[in-house]
T-cell receptor, first 112, second 113 residues
Framework: DSGVTQTPKHLITATGQRVTLRCSPRSGDLSVYWYQQSLDQGLQFLIQ???????AKGNILERFSAQQFPDLHSELNLSSLELGDSALYFC???????????FGQGTRLTVV | DQQVKQNSPSLSVQEGRISILNCDYT??????FLWYKKYPAEGPTFLISISSIKDKNEDGRFTVFLNKSAKHLSLHIVPSQPGDSAVYFCAASATYNFNKFYFGSGTKLNVKP
């Protein structure tokens, strides 16, 4: 158990819909990362927050947005969902900006 | 733009032998490298890391080697055990870039009993 909690574990939704994925980082970790893993692909970096502020952005679509709240939990919002958005979405956290990240178990999103 | 590449999608090794997983990167600004292990239905688990000031880091059965001139790193597992069967991801970051990690596509290791 990495200490990073992601909810829900599974999500099935229709095209065009909007969903919110939630992440609770490890206690004390200030940095949160979101990654997407499509079928048999590597982990694609989406976005990073540090202590409530966006710090780095990867290949995140405009239909996607994220935020980190004062209690340090984070949410990833995916809107106007398409079939190709079906993937595993991982959240990771780290105590600072220069240490390894610890991953949650992921949310499997299926868009039908 | 794949800045971190793992060119071997899979590797099969006999129990007790050495497993060598390879990773190449293109960005010369990367200065921190990590290996993660991932079992099915679980998130990646941090395994071992190496900073660019070193060329080797060892932790038990796991050793990571870094060749900066070749922009290449490798993970050695000796001896390999069936429980090591998993997908291994290498990742790299540049500390100037707030530790944005770039991951390879993974190598699936199968250790046969």
């Amino acid at each position: 158990d990495s200490g990073v909690t992601q909810t829900p574990k599974h999500l099935i939704t229709a095209t065009g819909q909007r969903v919110t994925l939630r992440c609770s980082p490890r206690s004390g970790d200030l940095s949160v990362y979101w990654y997407q893993q499509s079928l048999d692909q590597g982990l694609q970096f989406l976005i990073q927050y540090y202590n409530g502020e966006e710090r780095a952005k990867g290949n995140i679509l405009e239909r996607f947005s994220a935020q980190q709240f004062p209690d340090l939990h984070s949410e990833l919002n995916l809107s106007s969902l398409e079939l190709g958005d079906s993937a595993l979405y991982f959240c990771a956290s780290s105590p600072s900006l220069n240490t390894e990240a610890f991953f949650g178990q992921g949310t499997r999103l299926t868009v039908v | 733009d794949q800045q971190v590449k793992q060119n071997s999608p899979s590797l099969s090794v006999q129990e007790g032998r050495i497993s060598i997983l390879n990773c190449d990167y293109t960005n010369s600004m990367f200065d921190y490298f990590l290996w993660y292990k991932k079992y099915p239905a679980e998130g990646p688990t941090f395994l071992i890391s190496i900073s660019s000031i070193k060329d080797k880091n060892e932790d038990g059965r796991f050793t990571v080697f870094l060749n900066k001139s070749a922009k290449h790193l490798s993970l050695h597992i000796v001896p390999s055990q069936p429980g090591d069967s998993a997908v291994y991801f290498c990742a790299a970051s540049a500390t100037y870039n707030f530790n944005k990690f770039y991951f390879g596509s993974g190598t699936k290791l199968n250790v046969k009993p």
